[in-house]
């Protein structure tokens, strides 16, 4: 399983990229908006950042049309932008164009709740289906049992499109997705720093460290 970071702040990105394990960046309105600047500026030097690797970048249009036509001006910025296209019948429709017609967008079909929408978002030719685990559990179902559904139906199914657990809210969100079988996770930074540290592990520094000093000190004595 891939890590995407559902981020849209640069110094998390750069961060991130940093430790190696960052395939790709998911951003959607509500990330952007909490970040300063021009827009489209943002977008570019995310993308640039990634280098080949993909940066998934929400429309906000309601009409397939007006959502195709975003997603081309999106696709312009740079060479790995993903559109992401809100589930739905005009979503579908823009999908369907988008990955058919002219200069194919890869598209990454957002705010998914069933396996049937993962379905038909697949079968439009999306390249990629989000599902949104932690609000599914806000609402007492259950997100990772959705994945698992998902993962189950594409591999009997022999669909290509690929599967983005988003929405993850905590570590244990992410071994479960990995369990079954999403092929990305993407997780906010905070998550990602969860998911490096575990208590057992600084203590065991601690230890270490305060062994070495005590023999280091016996034997300058
Ligand atoms: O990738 C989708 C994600 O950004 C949504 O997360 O926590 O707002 O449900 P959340």
């Known amino acids: 399983m891939k890590f995407f970071l559902d981020s849209a702040n640069l110094q998390e990105i750069k961060e991130a990229i940093s430790w190696g ?31 080949d690797n993909p940066v998934s970048v929400e429309v906000l249009s309601t009409t397939s049309g007006g959502m195709v036509e ?60 989000s599902p949104f685990i932690g609000r599914i559990d806000d609402i007492s ?3 990772v049992g959705l994945v698992r559904k998902i993962m189950d139906i594409f591999t009997c199914q022999k669909l290509d499109t690929l599967v983005i657990a988003a929405s993850i809210r905590h570590p244990l969100h992410v071994e479960e997705v990995a369990a079954a079988g999403a092929h990305v996770a993407t997780v ?21 460290l305060a062994d070495w000093e005590k023999t280091r000190r016996e034997e300058k004595i």
């Open 141 to 143: 179902w259950d997100g």
């Open 70 to 129: 975003e997603a081309r001006r999106l696709a312009a910025l740079a060479e790995n932008v993903v559109v992401k296209i809100p589930m739905g019948v005009e979503g579908l429709k823009a999908v369907y164009r988008l990955s058919s017609e002219g200069k194919r967008v890869p598209c990454n079909v957002t705010l998914i709740f069933s396996a049937n929408q993962a379905l038909l978002a697949s079968r439009a030719g999306a390249a990629y289906v």
């Open 21 to 51: 394990v960052i395939s790709g960046v998911t951003t959607n309105p509500t990330l952007v908006s909490k970040e300063a600047g021009p827009f489209e500026e943002l977008v570019k030097e995310i993308c640039r950042l990634l280098q």
């Open 188 to 208: 906010p930074f905070s998550v990602l720093r969860q998911m490096s540290r575990h208590p057992l592990t600084d203590l065991g520094i601690e230890r270490f």
